[in-house]
Nanobody, 124 residues
Framework: QGELVESGGGSVQAGDSLTLSCTAPGRTFSTYTMGWFRQPPGKEREFVAAISWNDSRRIYANSVKGRFTISRFNAQNTVQLQMNSLEPEDTAVYYC?????????????????WGQGTQVTVSS
């Protein structure tokens, strides 16, 4: 098991954009399902987005559909979450996850590895 490293979090104003990135130094992403979850302050962890190993399928939480885009760049071993039109409700710690299964999933328990998280704070 390796390490997933998230980056790109920060503090922004409502309506701004941020791009989160996830890498795994020394590992190859290309055969794994990747995703993002988040945990807002004082709330349960929730699914955000996931992408299959070959990019044939992407799924999103209803709360972010149309605003967030998950992408993968297998040659660079990187997965990104482009977040546009950010809202205060998007404030959370965002976690990159890796799954050793085919397809996509909204279930945290399906995933095998996760990073330490990166904080995103959106002010109104």
């Amino acid at each position: 098991q390796g390490e997933l490293v998230e980056s790109g979090g920060g503090s922004v104003q409502a309506g701004d954009s941020l791009t989160l990135s996830c890498t795994a130094p020394g590992r190859t992403f290309s055969t794994y399902t990747m995703g993002w979850f988040r945990q807002p302050p004082g709330k349960e962890r929730e699914f955000v987005a996931a992408i299959s190993w070959n990019d044939s399928r992407r799924i999103y939480a209803n709360s972010v559909k149309g605003r967030f885009t998950i992408s993968r760049f297998n040659a660079q071993n990187t997965v990104q979450l482009q977040m546009n039109s950010l809202e205060p409700e998007d404030t959370a710690v965002y976690y990159c996850v890796l799954g050793v299964f085919d397809g996509t999933s909204r279930d945290w328990d399906e995933y095998d590895e996760w990073g330490q998280g990166t904080q995103v704070t959106v002010s109104s």
